[in-house]
């Protein structure tokens, strides 16, 4: 019972009013190996949803909160056959509620503590919403993305194929990221295009196979940053840009083939990057998927950027 009133109070939820059945150990899971180092150190909760890409697809969707020392306190599966609710991208936002992404109604879905959904919220401007995240700000505004196609002659670059030797389509379509702001009346106050602000030569083409449909900067993490400017994680560059909010303008970027900085302690260099966050005044955090890195490896990562 203590370590559940710890957790109520840490994350605002109400895990009082739920019931028991909700705290039974899931069904259908993959096992869960934790390693401590140091069990001092360890601290707080730890949201996830594990479930394979490949089949067989014998794991359900299922919502999971693990204690610091990785065990399930919290379960609710998705069954993705026949179900319309599978989810991904389950966390807790900012603001103490939670959300996730329902990947049949292309939405994401706000719960408060009593996991019970009260919003929701998409793209407009008939933009599909993108799975990757949600960032709900300090002041109830919403940071989402999807993705823009355009048309594009892309026979100069030989980047395709097996090899990545190959060359495009000369009538491609290339799917580049755009990214909304809503206001908490949920009206779009702010977009910003990366068609209108990158070179196609900016991927790196390790990523690139179909000549003809282009998975072109695919973003997956938007963070509004303490000066309220806004940085965006782009898989397919290997790269972190900051975008000025006022002018819309690339203020700098950190990584891939454009990098602007110095990498003195980490020779390595991250790649297929996920998960840019502001951590300190100083500082950022990014998740290095290190799929094409030399040696292969993948690591959690944090930046002091002079």
């Not at 048309?151 to 100069?156: E, G, P």
């Not at 990158?198 to 390790?206: M, W």
Request: contains cysteine; hydrophobic residues 35%; proline residues 5%.
């Amino acid at each position: 019972m203590e370590k559940m009133k710890n957790l109520a109070t840490r994350l605002s939820l109400t895990f009082v009013i739920l019931g028991v059945s909700l705290f039974c150990p899931a069904q259908n899971l993959p096992q869960l190996n934790m390693i401590i180092h140091d069990s001092a150190a360890t601290q707080g909760y730890y949201f996830l949803i594990p479930y394979t890409n490949q089949p067989p697809y014998i794991y359900d969707h299922t919502q999971l909160i693990l204690d610091h020392f990785g065990r399930i306190i919290f379960s609710r599966p998705f069954p993705t056959v026949g179900n319309p609710n599978a989810t991904i991208d389950f966390k807790l936002q900012p603001n103490g509620q939670m959300s996730y992404f329902n990947t049949n109604r292309s939405k994401f879905f706000i719960m408060d503590s009593s996991f019970v959904v009260v919003d929701s919220i998409d793209c407009v401007h008939d933009y599909r919403t993108d799975q990757h995240d949600l960032q709900i700000t300090a002041d109830n505004h919403y940071l989402l993305f999807s993705t823009e196609t355009r048309i594009m002659n892309l026979t100069s670059y030989h980047y395709f194929g097996v090899n990545h030797t190959q060359p495009g389509g000369a009538n491609a379509e290339v799917f580049g990221v755009v990214i909304q702001e809503f206001d908490s009346d949920k009206d779009l106050i702010w977009e910003w295009k990366g068609h209108d602000h990158y070179q196609f030569s900016d991927v790196d083409p390790i990523w690139l196979s179909n000549p003809n449909k282009v998975d072109w900067t695919h973003a997956n993490a938007v963070e509004r940053d303490i000066d309220g400017n806004i940085m965006v994680s782009l898989r397919h560059f290997n790269e972190i840009t900051k975008i000025d909010y006022a002018t819309g303008n690339i203020l700098w970027r950190l990584g891939g083939k454009q990098n602007q900085f110095n990498f003195p302690n980490d020779p390595v260099r991250f790649t297929g990057q996920h998960d840019i966050r502001r951590v300190s005044d100083s500082s950022i955090s990014l998740f290095d998927n290190g799929q094409y890195s030399t040696p292969r490896m993948s690591r959690a990562l944090e930046y002091p950027l002079n």
